[in-house]
């Protein structure tokens, strides 16, 4: 019984200290019909442990016409990313199968609809040079901004 005790009371203490040092902090997004993120940067504080992202499309058009998603790679991969993943369609939210650039990304959705994606703050350098962008084919020239950490 006493042991019984001993162990409900440790596990009790080891989840409420994984609580305590993880920092799951929230950003928001929302893309348009008329291809637009509503925000150039987001800002992560650094004392997060985890991110989780939600992406909004605020318009009415369909994904296939209109769709759009959040894609996060270092700065400089943007464009290799954005071009390779044209292809890939939207069953696979226009990312190259097996493409290790990318740091996280959402799924495709269109108006109407929201998504989320949560990744974690060790896949970030303090101080890099971070870019997301919406890789449906031709969206990324114009919908992308500067994450910071
Ligand atoms: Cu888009």
């Known amino acids: 019984m006493k042991s019984k005790l001993l162990v ?3 596990l009790l ?3 409420s200290g994984a609580f305590a040092a993880d920092k799951v902090c929230k950003l928001e997004i929302s893309g348009t019909d008329q291809m637009q993120f509503d925000k150039k940067e987001l800002v992560v504080a650094p004392d997060c ?3 989780e992202l939600t992406l909004k499309h605020a318009g009415k058009l369909p994904a296939q ?4 998603n959040w894609v996060l790679t270092k700065t400089p991969d943007v464009a290799a990313v954005a ?6 369609g939207l069953p696979n939210d226009y990312i190259k199968k097996g493409e290790t650039r ?3 990304h959402t799924t495709v959705v269109g108006g109407g609809q929201s998504t989320s994606v949560t990744f974690p703050t060790s896949k970030l ?3 890099g040079a971070y870019t997301y962008f919406c890789s449906f084919p031709g969206h ?4 992308k901004g500067t994450l910071k950490f």
Request: zero cysteines; proline letters at 0%; a neutral charge.
């Open 8 to 10: 409900a009371a440790s």
């Open 13 to 15: 203490f080891a989840s």
């Open 49 to 51: 442990t985890q991110v």
């Open 65 to 68: 016409a209109m769709g759009h």
């Open 83 to 88: 071009n390779e993943g044209m292809s890939a």
């Open 102 to 104: 990318v740091i996280a």
């Open 125 to 127: 350098t303090k101080g």
């Open 140 to 143: 990324s020239s114009v919908m």
